[in-house]
């Protein structure tokens, strides 16, 4: 048993993969037989995988989740920006640049509606709880927009800890609905051709939430999604800390 643990510990990122790919078939599973496809696999997954990294932190009494016990501290790394944006640029290379050019304005369109609409609704929610300073109302606005331009938007305007987990947390939330509710609606609201993956990708932002919910709609359609809602997510962590946040000084200070 020492010697297995020792194994375990020497080969964290591997641990981690296996990991990440047991919950993964098991809720995949779960989805088809049990739910009938109607809750996709992978929003199950999100959602017990906040609850375990939940259990991690309380057990561990740290920061990281899971990744805060020894035997999981591969998941820090798996978890980290790096392999992040290796799955994101990994995404995007299956689309064709033929039919994302000729979606350009369709494109555009959708990520200033997308961006200003959820920010706008963020910045509502911050004044709902109570703050009335620009620099918490543009870290949670922005946060409504995706949970990696809310902490970069507060890490920019130097945000308070407190306000920048709220930013986090709005984020993840609007995540898992993405997740759970676009195979859902998915046929009601027209999502079925490249170009309103596009547009659905512009407009929701969420590069993970897009990704699992089209994945679950319809695979073909993830590359198209996750470029613009890539896009979406640069062009945020641009205007919330800079334009948005001057608008805000003007109309709250």
């Known amino acids: 048993m020492n010697e297995l643990t020792q194994v375990l510990d020497k080969n964290g990122l591997i641990v981690a993969f296996l990991l990440v790919g047991l919950l993964t078939w098991i809720t995949d599973i779960f989805s088809k037989k049990v739910l009938k496809s109607r809750i996709p696999g992978s ?3 999100i959602f017990l995988a906040l609850f375990f990294g939940y259990l991690g932190g309380v057990f561990a009494d740290g920061e990281k989740g899971l990744a805060d016990i020894a035997l999981f501290k591969g ?3 798996l978890g980290g920006s790096m392999f992040r944006d290796f799955a994101i640029v990994a995404t995007a290379i299956g689309a064709s640049f033929l039919l994302i050019r000729k979606s350009g304005l369709l494109g555009l369109i959708s990520l200033i509606l997308g961006i200003a609409v959820f920010f706008i609704s963020g ?6 709880m109570g703050y009335r300073d620009a620099v918490s109302l543009c870290t949670i606005g922005a946060g409504a927009c995706t949970y990696i331009v809310g902490p970069v938007t507060g890490g920019a305007l130097g945000a308070s800890s ?3 987990a709220l930013s986090i947390g709005t984020g993840v939330v609007k995540t898992i609905a993405v997740t759970i509710f676009t195979p ?3 046929k009601k609201i027209g999502l079925g051709s490249p170009g309103s993956a596009m547009a659905f990708g512009g407009i929701m932002g969420t590069s993970s939430g897009v990704a699992a919910g089209l994945a679950a709609t319809d695979p073909k359609l993830v590359p198209y999604g996750a470029v613009i809602a890539t896009f979406y997510t640069g062009l945020g962590c641009l ?3 800079s334009l ?9 200070e």
């Open 162 to 164: 407190e306000v920048i």
């Open 184 to 186: 859902v609606f998915a």
């Open 244 to 252: 948005f946040y001057l608008v805000l000084r003007i109309l709250f």
């Open 75 to 77: 998941l820090s790394v």
């Open 239 to 241: 205007v919330c800390p």
């Open 43 to 45: 929003a199950l997954a």
């Open 123 to 128: 910045v509502a929610l911050a004044w709902v």
